[in-house]
């Protein structure tokens, strides 16, 4: 079923129709080529199920409508011009600008399985695509996860937007840790950002301490300049390197003030998930 393969992945917008076509009968869309200006990125992609149904995103229905009715039409796999310099006169993108298409009516479902089993186990995964003269290759990173640990309205905040957004988030509040203790069962990798927001600033050292010696992309902790300053010197008096202690991340937000727990949430969330999709960016 297709909701097996979706499942786990389901959180992430950027992975939905990969994860659709490791099934049978599913034809994949990629866009390998963009003039002027779109909404997507290169290498967005959208799945087409049997029924005719969707799966992903490409932002325009009318294009959508569209690569289903050229899929259902398409033999093997080819380039489509659609928008400016397209053949098909009685097409055009609002945006004036012009994507080239791959079609794959039945892309490669092993190298699809694979790239998925790795992104379900949070390894990064590269996919290549081919119309038969060209090329493509599509690289794809595990989903952004947040750790959250903290006290008090900002922390259920945090956890609120995070579960709107679906992004994956792993919260811990004071009663979930031990003072002076890092827990034993956070796991930080490359795409997983840490957000300490504690009024009570002797419960972050060794929180801290942990994740910055980690490979975690994002190390943030809630406070001011008098509180950024007394964490940096005591943290250097525990020995963590200079290094690590400059990529703590203090204020934290795009929003230099936050008067609500809901406005700092979002502030921090933004500089999350920007800093998130510069890495996808150059992936």
């Known amino acids: 079923m297709l909701a097996d393969f979706t499942s786990d992945v389901a959180r992430d917008e950027d992975h939905l129709a990969l994860a659709a076509a490791c099934q049978p009968g599913v034809g994949l869309c990629t866009i390998v080529g963009i003039e002027g200006s779109f909404s997507r990125r290169l290498g967005a992609q959208l799945a087409v199920l049997p029924d005719g149904s969707t799966v992903g995103d490409l932002a325009d229905s009318c294009l959508e409508r569209q690569l289903v009715s050229d899929m259902t039409a398409t033999q093997g796999s080819r ?23 791959l079609l794959e009516p039945a892309p490669d479902r092993a190298a699809c399985r694979s790239a998925f089993e790795a992104l379900r186990t949070r390894r990064p995964a590269r996919l290549t695509f081919e119309d038969g003269r060209h090329l493509f290759e599509r690289t794809y990173l595990p989903s952004l996860k947040l750790v959250v640990m903290g006290e008090g309205p900002e922390l259920d905040a945090v956890a609120s937007l995070c579960s709107a957004m679906k992004i994956d988030v792993e919260v811990y509040s004071r009663d979930d840790l031990a003072l002076g203790q890092a827990p034993r069962n956070v796991n930080y990798d490359l795409w997983t950002a840490c957000l300490l927001l504690f009024h009570d600033h002797e419960w972050e050292l060794a929180l801290l301490e942990q994740a910055l010696a980690s490979e975690a992309f994002y190390v943030g902790a809630q406070g001011g300049e008098r509180a950024r300053a007394d964490r940096i010197l005591a943290l250097a008096a525990r020995g963590v390197p200079e290094e690590q ?33 510069q890495m996808r960016a150059v992936a």
């Open 79 to 101: 380039v489509i011009r659609y928008g400016r310099g397209s053949a098909k006169i009685d097409f055009r993108l609002p945006c004036g600008g012009g994507l080239d298409i």
């Open 245 to 277: 202690i400059a990529r703590l991340t203090s204020p934290i937000g795009l929003m230099p003030t936050c008067k609500s727990p809901r406005a700092l949430a979002l502030s921090a969330l933004s500089e999350i998930v920007g800093r998130y999709e």
